[in-house]
Every structure is written in structure tokens, then in C-alpha cells.
């Protein structure tokens, strides 16, 4: 549950970040979308500023022509030439006047050009800077989107395995219940016939099986992976307690009786698989779980070392108990005996 409050906050952060990322690209993209609008107003009042700068220079430019050839002397008689130097400074006055208007007018349309072309490579800078920004922060959007993702599929895993370890848990627990309650009855049994004076079903190898701690055969070769008593998981960090211990063997190795004793019980429960549960004396119970086939029946005599069946993948949860009260199996079995 922890870890799912934290992946949801992970999330939620996530998401405002794409969130926000969102709202600066829609307001990017309408920035965008204004500016190509006033690029392109620009482009036309820039394409016609450049068309009125060549109708009102190629005027200009035809009357210094005209100014210039007009004022050029030609070979004429005296009175002609009288003549036409009084039409020539008539006409240099109303040319020169023409010309200064024509420059005036020219000025303010180069001016006019000049300020649309700045106003125009301004727009297209401003563009071209804020579709970079829109793409760092698509860039953002993409990987902030992708990573929010990234943790609703954790998310998804850690509710799965929430489910798996709720359910294990339960398991275990009702499990370890049943199975201290089925203790609990082959225990009543054998106080009920001991106080009836019936003969025991097997012979006592010392009469004190206490004697046995510390010297007790392993009940399949292998490695310790699961220890008694408390502990807290890795993931879930719950803690939860092992009556028991957990070899690991071989697949399909032989599984065998630590002591002597006769077989109170076989049969199958969730969280335990196929299991054998071996009544020795004074009160003393050994239950071997996990096996792939079981090789003895309810109330057959076993030996120490007699084989019980075989392991499924090798796993074999042993437990040792006094009455209903769990034992250290580590405290009672031989030190060498485990790999």
C-alpha cells in the first residue's frame, strides 16, 4: 500500500507537469498561429511597400533624366539662344522643384520599406524563437507523458502484486491457523489415548525426545532460504512469522523423516501444497510440506531417515512443534546437515 500511495503521488506529479506543459504549448501554439498571421500581413504590406518603392523611384529617376538632358546647352543662333535659356531655367525650376518633391516622396517610401522590413524580420525571429521553446517543451510534454505512463503500468504491477501478497498473506495466515488447529486435534488425541492407557503405535527410541536437539538428520539435503520466526518482507515491509523453515534441494529430491514417529496425517491445504505431519513422542510433532508424491499413508510407523516422498521443485517447508507451541527447526537438526 505504501508503495502504491507513492507510485499515485509520482503520478499525480507527473501529471500536473503534463498538465502544465500542455497549457504553455496551447498558448505557444496560439502565439504561433498570431505571428504567422502578422508575418504574413507583414509579407503583404512588405510586398507593397516594395512595389510603391519602384513606382515612385522609376518616376524620380526618369525626371533627373529629363533634368539632366534638359539642361544641356545646343549650338542655336543669338536670339535662340536667348530663347531657349529663358525656357531652360523655367524648366530647371519646375524639374529641380519635381525632383525635390519626387526625393521627399522617395524618402518617406524607402523609410516605409526600411521599417516593414525590420517589422517583418522581427515577426520571423520571434517565430522562429518561440517554435523552438514549442519544441523543448513538446520535447518535456513527450517525456513527462511517457514517463507518467511508464508508472501507471508500475502502478498496475504493484496493485497486482498488492493482490498476490494480500492473498498470499491470507493464505499464510489461514493456513498456518489450520494447521496449528490440526496440531491442535492430533495433540488431544494422543493426550485422550495416553490417558486411556493405550499402547503407543511405535516404539520409543530414548523416551525423551528432547535428547534429539542439536543431532536431528536434515529432512532433505539442501540450503536454507526461509528462516523462523519474524521477519519483514523486502517488498511489502510487513512483518509476518514463520513457524517453520524452507530448504531448497534438488527438484523431485527425497524427503525424510528426522525421527522416529508414526505418520498422524497426510493430506493437501493452500499455502502448504501436500504435506506429512509425523507424531513423535512427548507430545512432539514434525510437519514436512511441499512434496510432489507422498510415499506413506495415516498412522504408518516410520524410522528415523525412512523416506516420506519427494520434493515438487525442490522446496520443502519443515516445521517442528511442541503440542501447538513452533520450535526452531535450526536448533534441533544437525549443523552439517545442510549445504
Do not use: C
Not at 514517463?147 to 504491477?157: G, N, P, R, V
Not at 488447529?181 to 492430533?186: I, K, T
Not at 508424491?293 to 511442541?322: A, H, P, W
Amino acid at each position: 500500500k505504501s508503495v502504491e500511495k507513492g507510485v499515485l503521488r509520482e503520478i499525480s506529479d507527473y501529471e500536473q507537469r503534463a498538465n502544465m506543459s500542455k497549457t504553455v504549448l496551447n498558448r505557444l501554439n496560439r502565439q504561433l498561429s498570431s505571428l504567422r498571421n502578422d508575418i504574413g500581413g507583414s509579407r503583404f504590406r512588405l510586398d507593397s511597400t516594395e512595389n510603391l518603392y519602384l513606382s515612385t523611384r522609376q518616376p524620380y529617376l526618369g525626371n533627373l533624366e529629363y533634368y539632366y538632358s534638359g539642361t544641356q546647352s545646343r549650338r542655336h543662333t543669338f536670339g535662340d539662344m536667348l530663347r531657349e535659356q529663358h525656357d531652360a531655367i523655367l524648366k530647371t525650376i519646375y524639374l529641380r522643384t519635381l525632383a525635390t518633391h519626387d526625393r521627399a516622396e522617395l524618402s518617406q517610401v524607402e523609410n516605409l520599406l526600411s521599417g516593414t522590413e525590420a517589422e517583418y524580420a522581427a515577426l520571423v525571429d520571434e517565430e522562429k524563437m518561440v517554435g523552438n521553446v514549442k519544441k523543448q517543451k513538446s520535447r518535456e510534454y513527450a517525456i513527462v507523458t511517457s514517463q507518467k505512463q511508464q508508472k501507471e503500468k508500475d502502478l498496475t504491477m504493484v496493485r497486482r502484486k498488492k493482490e498476490r501478497e494480500t492473498d498470499r498473506l491470507i493464505t499464510l495466515s489461514e493456513a498456518a491457523q489450520q494447521m496449528e488447529d490440526l496440531v491442535m486435534r492430533l495433540e488431544k488425541a494422543r493426550q485422550d489415548r495416553e490417558r486411556s492407557n493405550r499402547a503407543s503405535q511405535f516404539r520409543f527410541e530414548t523416551g525423551n525426545f528432547i535428547s534429539y536437539r542439536g543431532g536431528m538428520p536434515a529432512p532433505v539435503t539442501g540450503k536454507i532460504i526461509e528462516s523462523y520466526g519474524w521477519k519483514t518482507d523486502k517488498i511489502t515491509y510487513l512483518k509476518s512469522f514463520s513457524p517453520g523453515i524452507e530448504i531448497k534441494g534438488k527438484k523431485g529430491a527425497t524427503v525424510s523423516s528426522v525421527a522416529a514417529g508414526v505418520v498422524a496425517y497426510t493430506g493437501s491445504m493452500r499455502g502448504y501444497g501436500n504435506f506429512v505431519i509425523v507424531e513423535h513422542e512427548d507430545g512432539y510433532y514434525t510437519t514436512y510440506a511441499g512434496f510432489g508424491s507422498i510415499f506413506v499413508v495415516s498412522n504408518q510407523i516410520v524410522n528415523r531417515g525412512d523416506r516420506l516422498g519427494t520434493s515438487t521443485d525442490g522446496k520443502i517447508r519443515f516445521e517442528l512443534r511442541l503440542g501447538r507451541q513452533s520450535l526452531d527447526p535450526v536448533e534441533w537438526i544437525r549443523i552439517d546437515a545442510f549445504d
